[in-house]
C-alpha cells in the first residue's frame, strides 16, 4: 500500500509528530477502457478491509468496482483496527480535516482525475464534513471529488455498545 503521514491533530505544528495512514490500490486488468478511480472509506470500528474480505470468496465490494474498470483505492484512516491508533484520543473532526484530505489529493495527484468516493458510516460522516468545508477543493476552488455515495451516516456520534465492543476487541 501506499503510506502517507498527517498531522496527529488540528493544532499539530509543524513537523509534530505525525500519524502513518495507509490507501491500499487495487487496478483492473490490463486493457480495461475505463479511468475511474474509487476512494473507500470504513467506519468505525473497522479497516479498509472491510470492502476487500477474503471471506466472500473474492466477491467483496473492492472487486465488484475494479471487475468494472474502476482503480480502487483503500484508505485507512486514524480510527481503522489495522494502524493501531483506534484507541488514541481522536475525533471525527480529525478524520474530516486531516485524514481524509491528505488521502483525496494523494489519488488526484497520483492519477490526474476526480475521485469518486464510496464513504461509509462515521467516514461517510467525516468525508460530507470534508466536502461541506471545502476541503476537498483544488486551489482554484473546483472539487477534486466527481461522486460520492455516502452510506449510513448516523444522526448520532456517540457509537453503540457493540460498536465500542468490537472497537476494544481490536
Known amino acids: ?3 502517507f503521514l498527517v498531522p496527529r491533530t488540528l493544532a499539530a505544528s509543524p513537523g509534530e509528530d505525525r500519524l502513518q495512514l495507509e490507501l491500499t490500490r487495487y487496478e483492473p486488468t490490463q486493457g480495461s ?11 468505525l470500528a ?3 478491509t472491510v470492502f476487500s474480505t477474503h471471506t466472500t470468496d473474492g466477491r ?6 475494479v471487475a468494472q474498470g474502476y482503480t480502487v483505492w483503500l484508505l485507512d484512516h486514524r480510527l481503522s483496527n489495522r494502524l493501531g491508533y483506534a484507541k488514541q484520543p481522536h475525533c471525527i473532526d480529525d478524520v474530516a480535516r486531516l485524514d481524509i484530505p491528505a488521502a483525496v ?12 468516493v464510496f464513504a461509509h458510516c ?3 460522516a467525516a468525508f460530507a464534513m470534508a ?10 476552488g473546483r472539487s477534486l471529488v466527481q461522486a460520492a455515495i455516502i452510506h449510513a451516516v448516523h444522526p448520532w456520534v456517540v457509537p453503540s455498545a457493540s460498536n ?5 476487541l481490536a
Do not use: W
Open 1 to 3: 500500500g501506499v503510506k
Open 122 to 124: 462515521v467516514g461517510g
Open 60 to 65: 467483496n465490494m473492492a472487486a465488484a468496482f
Open 33 to 43: 477502457a475505463t479511468a475511474k478511480h474509487l476512494l473507500m472509506i470504513h467506519g
Open 164 to 168: 465500542q465492543l468490537s472497537g476494544e
Open 105 to 116: 489529493k494523494l489519488v488526484h495527484r497520483a492519477t490526474g482525475q476526480p475521485v469518486h
Open 46 to 48: 473497522h479497516g479498509a
Open 131 to 140: 466536502t461541506l468545508s471545502g476541503l476537498l477543493n483544488d486551489a482554484q
